[in-house]
C-alpha cells in the first residue's frame, strides 16, 4: 500500500530539490508554496529577502512592476489554456530580466483552483547574445563608415541598425537648421514620408531636448509629459495633422544629441539627433542608452567623414586643375616659342628655299592652330562649368588639336554615333584621353595615334591607339604612364578601362560605360 505522506514529502522534496523556479498561487493569485529557487530569484531581482516569500503573499505584492506584463497572461490560464513564453522580458525597478516560463492551471472538481509557475532566469544567455548582435552591427556599420558609400545609404544603415538592436518601432536622424530653428530628418525608418518631409520646428521635438542638454533624454511614457500645445507654433493645417498623429502614435522616446567634433580638444558641435521611437510605454536601462549613444556617435562620425571627404575631393579638384593648367601653360608657352622662331626665319627661306618656306608654313599654321587649342583647354580647366557644357566630341577634337600643334605628330579623331553621357561619364572619358595623350606625347614617341569614339544611347566606347615603343603593363607600377589616374576616374564613373601593351606593339587603351538601366 502506497504511503500518501511519504509520497507527498518526497514530492515536496523534489521541488525543493529542482533547479527551476516553482510556485503555487491560488485563483486571486496568494503565494501557496514556492521552492527556494522560485524566492532567490525574487530576492535577486527585487532585493526582497528570500525569507519574506511566503505563503500568503499577493503576486503582485512580490513582483509590482510585472503586473502590467503578466495579467494577460493570467487570464489566459484562468480560463484553462497552458502559457509557455521563451526569453520573456520582465522589468523590475529598472532592471531587465528575461525568462523562459510555464503558467499552468491545476483543477479540482470545481474548476481552475489555482496556478503552477515554472520559471528558468535566462537573462544572461539573453543579454550575452544581445552583446554578441551588438558588436557585430557595429562591427559592420564601422566597415560601411570606411567604404566610400554615400552618406545618405550609411545613415539609413545606422537607424535601421539601431530600430532592430533597441527594439524601437521607428528612429529618425534630425539635422538641425539653426538659422530657421527646424529640423529636417535625414534618415529613417518606421516613420510615415509625409512625416520625414516635413520641416519640423525645433520646439516640437524631444530631439532638442538632448541638443540642448547636450546629453540623452528620455520618457518612458508620453502620457506622465505635459504636451506642447501645437497651437503655440504656426503651422499649417497639414503640418498640424502629421505632428499630432505622430504626438499620439508614440508613448515612449529615447533621443540623443548628434556630437561632432573636429578633434578632441575642439568645442562641440550639436549637429542635430537622433531619437527612437516607441508605441508601448517603457523603461529604458542604462545599457540601453548607452546603445543609443553609441549610434549617435557612429553616425556623427559618418557625417564628420562625409565632409572631410568633399574637402578631400575639393581640394585635390582644385589641386588637378592647377597641375594642368601649369601644363597647359607650358605647353602654350613653348609652342609660341616654336612658332615665334619658325615666322622669324620664313622670310629668308622664301628667297632661298622656297618648298622649305612652305614646309616651314604648314608647320607654323599647325603651330598656332595647336597653340590656340591648347588656350580653349586651359581655359576649360580654369572655369568647370565651360568643360561641363561643352560636348565630348568638342572637347577630344580641343584636345587632338593641342597633341597636334604641340606634338607634331598626326592624330586622327573619327567619331560615330549621338548621344549625350552624364556629365561625370563625359568628364571621365575627357580626363582619360588627356592623360593618355599626355603620356603619349611625353614616353611614347609615337609616329601616330588614333581615336575612335563611339556615341550610342546604350553604350559609350572610346579606343585611343598609339604606334609607339609600347611596354610591358606587369612590370609596370600603376602610378607610372597615369594608369592608376586613369583606372580611378573610370571606376568613379562606373566605366570599364582595359589597357593592352607589349614591347614594340604600340598601346591600345579602351573605355566603356554602359548605362545603369540597360547593365540591369
Known sequence: MVDTQSLVQSLETLVDRMPVGIAMFSPELTLIRCNPVWAGFVEQYTGLPAGQVMPGV???DLLPDARSALTPIIQQVLAGETVQHKAFPLGQKNRQSYWDMVFAPYTDDEGVAGIINLATDVTEQVLAEDRRRVAESLRDILTILNSNRPLDEILDYIVVQACRLLGSDAAAIYRCHY???????QAAAGLPPDYTSLEIPMALSLATQAMQSVRPVVVPDAEDYPEHPLDEI??????????????HRYRAVLAVPLIIRTHPAAPADIYGGITLHYVQPRQFSQEEID???AFADQAALAIENARLRAQAEQ???EAERNRLARDLHDAVTQTLFSASLIAEVLPRLWDRHPDEARRRLEELRQLTRGALAEMRT???ELRPAALEAASLPDLLRHLTDAIIGRGRM????????EATPPTEVKTAFYRIAQEALNNIVKHAGSTEVQIDLHLHPDRLRMVIRDRGPGFDIRTVPPEHFGLQIMQERAEAAAAKLTIHSRPGQGTRIEVSWTPPEVAQ
Not at 538659422?179 to 530628418?185: G, H, P
Not at 504656426?234 to 499630432?244: F, M, N, S, V
Open 291 to 293: 546603445l543609443a549613444v
Open 58 to 60: 499577493n503576486l503582485f
Open 410 to 417: 598626326p592624330v586622327r579623331l573619327t567619331i560615330s554615333g
Open 234 to 247: 504656426t503651422l499649417t493645417p497639414e503640418q498640424h495633422a502629421i505632428l499630432e498623429k505622430i504626438a
Open 179 to 185: 538659422d530657421r530653428d527646424v529640423l529636417t530628418v
Open 315 to 317: 581640394s585635390a579638384a
Open 378 to 380: 586651359l581655359l576649360l
